[in-house]
């Protein structure tokens, strides 16, 4: 939808991150960073500080590896 609406990729990434930070399933926070990859091109050059910080500072700690993988992925850009 981001690809279609760009504009819409900041409030996308701000409710990506509201439900990874509800502790969700394993299964809830692999979609919050398949979300956050599909938003990363998209991003502008506020947007990107708040998706880093997130990365940072929740994501790439998340306790389960293939959650934590697909974060890293959400970091790629072109990827």
Do not use: H, W
Request: hydrophobic share 45%.
């Amino acid at each position: 939808m981001v690809q279609i609406y760009p504009q819409t990729s900041g409030e996308a990434v701000q409710k990506i991150i509201a439900l990874y930070s509800e502790g969700g399933s394993q299964y809830a926070r692999s979609g919050c960073a398949l979300g956050l990859k599909a938003c990363a091109a998209q991003l502008n050059n506020q947007q990107v500080p708040v998706a880093l910080d997130f990365l940072l500072g929740q994501g790439l700690a998340d306790v389960v590896d293939d959650v934590r993988g697909q974060m890293v992925a959400a970091g790629e850009l072109g990827s």
